[in-house]
């Protein structure tokens, strides 16, 4: 059973940043996105920043150039660097991954099967 768990979390001015992990845990099959996704209150969750098991990323344009997606050599946990923090990036940030089978959409949530429980991320002017 694959099991996710996000940490790093925490509030910030205008301008900082923060380090999200994901530690990716039960996995038994090979090919797969892993993506970073958000949801403020009352909005619908967002897809965020996605990396694939062939180094590939994807962003959401409104992160592009401040959020780096990454994973270590194991492929055991998963980041998201983000810099330059505005009070709109303000969410719970969930890590997913996708399924033994998946379209190649990257940014759909529908092709994640798997979350974690969210942890929040509130950067304050």
């Known amino acids: 059973q694959t099991e996710l768990v996000e940490s790093g979390g925490g509030s910030v001015q205008v301008g900082g940043s923060l380090r999200l992990s994901c530690s990716v845990s039960?996995?038994?099959?090979?090919?797969?996105?892993m993506a970073w996704f958000r949801q403020a209150p009352g909005e619908e969750r967002e897809g965020v920043a996605v990396i694939d098991d062939s180094g590939d990323t994807w962003y959401t344009d409104s992160v592009t150039g401040r959020f780096t997606i990454s994973q270590d050599s194991s492929e055991s946990t998963l980041y998201l660097q983000m810099n330059s923090l505005k009070p709109e990036d303000t969410a719970l940030y969930f890590c997913a991954r996708t399924g033994v089978s998946f379209a190649h959409v990257p940014m759909d949530r529908s092709q994640y099967p798997n979350w974690g429980q969210g942890t929040q991320v509130t950067v304050s002017s």
């Open positions: 039960g996995v038994t099959y090979n090919g797969y996105y």
